[in-house]
């Protein structure tokens, strides 16, 4: 008898087979393909040096084994120096630059040799000024003055702070004052030492003397910089050399400054900059400026560092920056910082290098005995709460600014006691409520002390066909250190020029001005983008127009919204 084949039972089965690897394999899809993580483009991560190997690769790896699976990683990972789109040399900050006039001008002639141009014309405007012929010195210096940026030769200190001197002697004999008394500021901007040349009248020497000493009372410019890796041999300032291997950090008194720089061919370039008081300039070669922003809080150049990551995240609406610092030759990370643009704050992570972490997996993975150094613990990333928190308290950063606001106003304007009813003896109210709009402005002197100037309107008796009290007031005022919350003080005068009504019994307006003093004191919340909502109360007196040993008494109330700028 023939056998029969089980072709039923081996068809079970491999229905069986195929059904289980179509359910398996979704699993073991996502367990080797694990759920892509999140991207933002309000985060970015820079690293640098921008020579090191394989730096993007090594970055992007430490970074994704740095964050939490649920936070977003960013969606651009930049070399720092590409970010910071840096030139191999630049100046920058708040200085104003004075440029060359190439055209030469016919009056220089033929300069001597062994001398530089600004030595030639200086020693004819002293001839001509010896010679006492004040006016045609003062037009050679103005000459010198001109040709400053156009100097391709090293300038000495001596020479820098000799020009403006004689100008200032020439600029008094002339009887021009305060242009004398300009260029003696000019002359103790580069050499505060410079003596008085007793050759010449005594008359002037106390103009001289005395702007010396305001010039050296006046608030410093500060100075900042890295040249390291610089395409310049050497760098001068003021006719004193730089050192163009270490961080920079400066004093300058206000006014105008000489920059000189020595190229491989032994060229000579100039910059000349103005400086006001409180200004800042900063010299940086790219290699410097990008060592500066690695080196972060810890660097001799941390506050700059800040200012300028927070500025240049504020333009790319940034929220988040992740600095990883390379060994420049090594695949592996010296340092992983994290920093917050809109509180100024850096967080310093330590993270395990890639090939630490690979030593230490083929070590577990061939069970050999070998002693390694365990990884140092990572730095758990600061929660919303702490954020918040950091972004609250951060530091101040004290700029100019404008505030357009809604005011109320009320003014006690009775010339003789009031009634019962709160009426003066004519029947105006005692207190008339004004309502209106003032716009503030701050210009910053120095870090907190900002002048403070007030332009506004308001109009009161709107049912009798209104009257107006324009104002202007100029003060200062001075906001502490803090950070959202930014409480500050002031004071200062005000002048109100409008309109008033003598009587309920007349409709003629009559325009009148009252001086006064007031103080206030409000609170500005600050927003990481520079947006400010601005509370104020304050009080004060007028002179009495009818009366100018009395006073009268007045109060306001200010809202507004503006902005730092």
């Known amino acids: 008898m023939a056998r029969t084949k089980p072709i039923g039972t081996r068809a079970w089965i491999l229905w ?5 690897t179509l359910i398996a394999a979704p699993t073991l899809a996502d367990d080797h393909n694990p759920k892509q993580r999140a991207t933002t483009s309000r985060a970015l991560a820079l690293w640098g040096p921008s020579g090191a190997q394989d730096g993007s690769e090594v970055s992007r790896t430490v970074l994704d084994a740095r964050l939490p699976r649920e936070e977003p990683f960013p969606s651009r990972l930049l070399t720092l120096s590409d970010w910071l ?15 060359c006039e190439e055209q030469v001008p016919l009056a220089i002639g033929e300069v001597p040799e062994g001398k530089t141009e600004l030595d030639h014309l200086t020693a004819q405007g002293i001839s001509l000024l010896d010679d006492l012929e004040p006016a045609s010195a003062l037009e050679q210096f103005a000459l010198a003055a001109q040709r400053l940026p156009c100097q391709q030769e090293f300038l000495s200190r001596e020479s820098l702070a000799l020009l403006p001197f004689y100008r200032g002697i020439a600029a008094y004999l002339l009887g021009d004052i305060d242009k004398a008394a300009g260029q003696f500021r000019q002359s103790a901007a580069i050499n505060p030492a410079q003596p008085w040349n007793p050759a010449y009248p005594t008359e002037p020497q106390a103009t001289f003397l005395s702007a010396v000493q305001e010039v050296i009372a ?3 410019a500060r100075v900042f910089g890295d040249l390291r890796g610089t395409p310049f041999v050497e760098f001068w300032l003021d006719g004193q050399q730089l050192d163009v291997n270490k961080a ?6 206000p006014g105008i400054h000489i920059i000189q720089a020595l190229d491989s061919n032994s060229k000579w370039q100039s910059f000349v900059y103005r400086l006001d008081s409180g200004g800042k300039m900063l010299l940086f070669s790219k290699q410097g400026l990008e060592r500066t922003i690695l080196d972060g809080p810890d660097g001799p150049l941390a506050q700059v560092a800040t200012a300028l990551l927070r500025d240049r995240a504020g333009q790319n609406l940034l929220t988040d920056l992740f600095l990883i ?6 695949k592996r990370v010296i340092e992983l910082r994290s920093f917050d643009p809109r509180s100024g704050t850096w967080d310093r992570l330590t993270a395990p290098s890639p090939q630490a972490q690979a030593e230490a997996n083929d070590a577990q993975a061939t069970a050999t005995e070998k002693a390694t150094e365990p990884a140092p613990a990572l730095k758990k990333a600061l929660s919303k709460q702490d954020k918040r928190r950091a972004e609250l308290l951060r530091e101040a950063r004290y700029r100019s600014g404008a505030v357009a606001s809604f005011k109320l106003f009320q003014l006690h304007r009775c010339p003789d006691e009031e009634d019962e009813a709160g009426r003066c003896a004519n029947g105006n109210e ?15 002197m120095l870090k907190g002390l900002n002048l403070d100037i007030r332009l506004g309107m308001t109009t009161t008796d709107l049912d009798k066909g209104a009257t107006l009290l324009p104002e202007i007031g100029i003060g200062a005022k001075y906001r502490f250190l803090t950070g959202t919350l930014q409480p500050y003080l002031g004071g200062g005068g005000e002048f109100f020029i ?3 009504r003598e009587s309920v019994y007349d409709t003629n307006n009559q325009v009148v001005v009252y001086p006064g003093l007031q103080g ?3 609170l500005d919340i600050e927003f990481s983008d520079g947006f400010r909502i601005t509370f104020e109360g304050g009080a004060g007196a007028v002179i009495n127009p009818e009366d100018g040993r009395k006073t009268w008494p007045f109060g306001h109330f200010i809202f507004g919204i503006g902005r730092f700028l």
């Open 218 to 220: 006046a608030p410093k």
């Open 248 to 253: 920079i950090e400066r004093e300058l008194l």
């Open 430 to 444: 005692a207190r008339p409520q004004y309502m209106g709009g003032a716009v503030v402005m701050d210009i910053r």
């Open 520 to 522: 206030f004191g409000g």
């Open 325 to 330: 610092r390379l060994h420049p030759t090594e």
């Open 498 to 500: 409008g309109t008033v």
């Open 85 to 99: 789109e840096s030139p191999e040399f630049q100046i920058s900050g708040s200085g104003t630059r004075l440029e």
């Open 16 to 20: 069986a087979l195929t059904l289980s």
